[in-house]
């Protein structure tokens, strides 16, 4: 047997954990004590114990709020779980069940990904899972970041650097630039060089900072007819138009044919672009592991 502290698993319980677990996410007092539906009383209260408990002042008040120590950051991914563990064993259901589900799944995501698996994945849910729905809000890394931690949502993906505490970053798809026309384009036949790419006149998407800008410094060489707030706008504009738009093959070519595109390859070696997936560390959820094999499946599809 494990040689734990019976007498300090005794002065810890859920309410705890949850108190714990919210002023990581939001970093905030009031927030927290609306979430649960407690006082502002109650909350200090279960600081208090929680600091008591493991010899840490855990929660630091600033001017912005409360700052975590390393030791609550720490602390962070295996209050999760527990937390995780309890409601798996709390409820009724054993597992998850995609054709009995109701359960909506709230995600991040950048507007090309959303463009690029959106209808195959509700087309997959109708039969694999009818009463399964999604929602996805269009974030940079920061703010999908920020969101995370709150617990707004249950997974966000984009282009992520290393992972930061509490959280694990792994991949998702890779992609490249490509360079997208009307399929009767009159200057182009199945093929683009570098003097046509920078002279025909482009659309360029906003959405293009959404993975870290769109083919580097080469971009200030081109003619810029319009810009647009996503790469799908551009794309339906492109195909009544003679104008080019660079954006991310695996978008380009999942709506070519619908449009009435060419896809063509770059003049010059395209620009990679690394999709991953940002979750919290130590989360288990059989839901979100199955949605996420239809996120994959979708990509592929």
């Not at 690029?116 to 999604?134: H, M, Q």
């Not at 707030?229 to 339906?236: C, D, I, M, N």
């Not at 989360?283 to 599809?301: E, H, K, M, T, Y």
Request: glycine share 8%.
């Amino acid at each position: 047997m494990s040689d734990f502290d019976f007498n300090q698993i005794r002065r810890l319980d859920g309410g705890l954990l949850l108190v714990f677990r919210e002023l990581l996410r939001t970093r905030r007092a009031g927030a927290v004590a609306e979430r649960l539906g407690l006082s502002p009383s109650a909350i200090s209260h279960a600081l208090a114990r929680l600091r008591d408990l493991f010899d840490d002042p855990l929660f630091v008040r600033r001017p912005h709020g409360f700052e975590p120590t390393r030791r609550a950051e720490e602390l962070g991914p295996q209050v999760e779980a527990l937390i995780e563990l309890t409601g798996r064993a709390l409820s009724r259901e054993a597992g998850f069940d995609p054709l009995r589900s109701e359960r909506m799944f709230v995600f991040a995501a950048p507007e090309f990904v959303t463009a690029l698996i959106g209808a195959e994945l509700i087309n997959r849910l109708k039969t694999a899972a009818p009463a399964v729905t999604f929602a996805v809000s269009f974030s940079g890394e920061e703010d999908a970041f920020r969101a995370l931690r709150k617990g707004e949502i249950e997974f966000a993906v984009g282009r992520f650097g290393a992972a930061r505490p509490g959280f694990t970053v792994e991949p998702l798809f890779k992609d490249h630039y490509c360079v997208a026309a009307r399929r009767d384009h009159p200057q182009l036949r199945g093929a683009i060089d570098e003097a046509q790419w920078q002279n025909i006149g482009h659309i360029y998407a906003w959405s293009a900072s959404e993975v870290g800008g769109d083919v580097g410094e080469a971009h200030l060489r081109i003619r810029h007819l319009a810009s647009v707030p996503q790469w799908l706008t551009a794309l339906a504009m492109a195909a009544s138009t003679e104008g080019l738009v660079t954006c991310p093959r695996r978008l380009a070519e999942r709506h070519a044919k619908r449009l009435g595109l060419q896809v063509l390859d770059m003049p010059f070696p395209p620009q990679t672009i690394d999709v991953s997936v940002m979750r919290r560390a130590g989360s288990s959820d059989l839901g979100v592991d199955w949605f996420l094999d239809q996120v994959r499946a979708a990509i592929d599809a």
